[in-house]
């Protein structure tokens, strides 16, 4: 006869399978954030963390990041909250040098705030939003500005 605790053990608590009430459903996976890729650019594109830290952009990525960790990607996706380039594999006109490491990807990139040019460019990969690049002036897709 199995006892409760492993009975408990076998099921996610999210599924609430071990008590009386009904499970609610898979649990969905929200975006997550990971800077184990970035990388400053050889040409001097792109900045270090430090360097954001120093020009007060630091803050509002994470406040950025800390939002959109609430939603799943397909919701991140479907708001264009980040933006992947599924035409191109790398941006033909981009000030940056494409990195070695990172081979077969859709690039993306993410506004520190809804209407900045600072960017933070990378992909997405099961659920994870992999940060290569931080980029404050705009360079990796550099575009010039539509008269209205």
Known sequence: MASKKSKRQQSPAYTREQGRRNAIGNKQRKITFSFSKHIKDDKGIGQ????????????PLILRM?????????????????????????????????????????WAVMHIT????????????????????????????????KNT
């Open 48 to 59: 270090s963390i430090e360097e954001w830290e120093r020009l007060g952009l630091l803050k």
């Open 66 to 106: 800390k939002n959109l960790g609430q939603h799943t990607t397909l919701a991140v996706r479907q708001y264009n909250w980040i933006k992947e380039y599924h035409k191109v594999d790398f941006p033909p006109h981009s000030e940056f040098a494409e990195p070695k490491h990172v081979t077969g990807v859709t």
């Open 114 to 145: 809804d209407n900045s040019k600072e960017v933070v460019v990378g992909y997405i990969e099961e659920d994870v939003f992999y940060i290569i690049f931080l980029d404050k002036d705009h360079k990796f897709w550099p575009s010039e500005l």
